[in-house]
């Protein structure tokens, strides 16, 4: 029997939203907003960080909210 890996890769994930304009579409679709300006995010990720046992693979600020 083969044994199963539990660990997945987000480097697709990650590759994707690094671009401001993926992640405010990402940002609209999850909150049900309309931003338009992909600047106004500012791109907060830190590499091999954990927080409050979730990993921190993807974040960014947005309005002064933290989004993990």
């Not at 044994?3 to 590759?15: A, G």
């Amino acid at each position: 029997m083969a044994k199963e890996h539990s660990n997945y890769k987000d480097t697709v994930f990650r590759m994707v939203f690094k671009d401001k304009e993926n992640l405010l579409s990402l940002y609209n679709a999850v909150n049900g907003t309309d931003y338009k300006n992909p600047e106004e995010l500012e791109i907060t990720t830190l590499e091999n960080a954990i927080y409050m046992n979730m990993k921190n693979d993807l974040s960014c600020v947005m309005n002064f909210f933290l989004n993990l």
